[in-house]
């Protein structure tokens, strides 16, 4: 299995999704400029963490213009893995991949801490790997992590299992306690939760390598 991590002026997590997948579980990976325009050769998709084009407008707002995502919404109907995080999460909202919208959290501050999630669907192809409603650590580190989505949208997301992730103590004001959402497809995963900081003992949790060992297990 072959990964791709997408690069934007600004990310700055991109090295993290790098090291995780060719270190931590011994796999191929290219980083890919966001001005590339083909991703065919890749079977797993990371749009990384950071600040792509410094979050001008909107986090994310400015990124979905990238001639890259023209192929990312390609790759998608092909029903390959793709996970936004963090940013990439912002990028997928903006880009109309996933739907909802990510705004300034409740305090209005930068919060990056270790926080607590409980898997909400662990049969899709990025959470076989956990127990059902298992709670597990990850790091954070946002500004603009607060998920937001009307009274009809998150009765969807609800009633289609699209809900991957669920703050134990919600740290950023989001809608029910959503961390983390698929497409109605379940091939696209966006999270505010940084997966690629918890993938070895040295960072303090293993639970975020799951994610990308659920992906190879559907291989």
């Not at 072959?2 to 990310?11: D, L």
């Not at 893995?81 to 903006?94: D, H, S, Y």
């Not at 306690?177 to 497409?183: S, V």
Request: charged share 20%; net charge neutral; with cysteine.
């Amino acid at each position: 299995m072959k990964f791709a991590v997408i690069v934007f002026p600004g990310s700055n997590c991109d090295n993290d999704a790098y090291h995780m997948i060719k270190n931590q579980l011994g796999l191929e990976v290219d980083f890919v400029w966001h001005k590339d325009s083909d991703l065919s050769n890749y079977d797993g998709i990371i749009i990384p963490g950071g600040f792509s084009y410094g979050d001008y407008l909107r986090a994310g707002a400015v990124a979905r213009f990238s001639k890259i995502m023209n192929a990312i919404k390609l790759e998608s109907t092909k029903g390959k893995a793709i996970i936004g995080i963090c940013n990439g999460f912002q990028i997928l909202v903006e880009s109309g991949l996933l739907p909802g919208a990510l705004i300034t959290n409740k305090s209005t501050r930068f919060i990056s801490k270790e926080i607590q999630l409980k898997v909400s669907n662990n049969e899709s192809l990025f959470t076989k790997k956990y127990g059902n409603q298992e709670i597990i650590n990850m790091p954070i580190a946002h500004k603009q992590g607060n998920y937001f989505a009307d009274e009809l949208l998150l009765k969807e997301l609800e009633d289609n299992n699209q809900i991957a992730f669920k703050y134990i103590n919600n740290p950023n004001g989001s809608c029910n306690d959503i961390a983390g959402i698929f497409n109605k497809q379940k091939n696209i995963l966006g999270m505010m939760p940084h997966p690629e900081r918890a993938a070895e003992s040295i960072l303090g949790s293993k639970d975020g390598i799951k994610i990308f060992e659920s992906i190879l297990s559907n291989m």
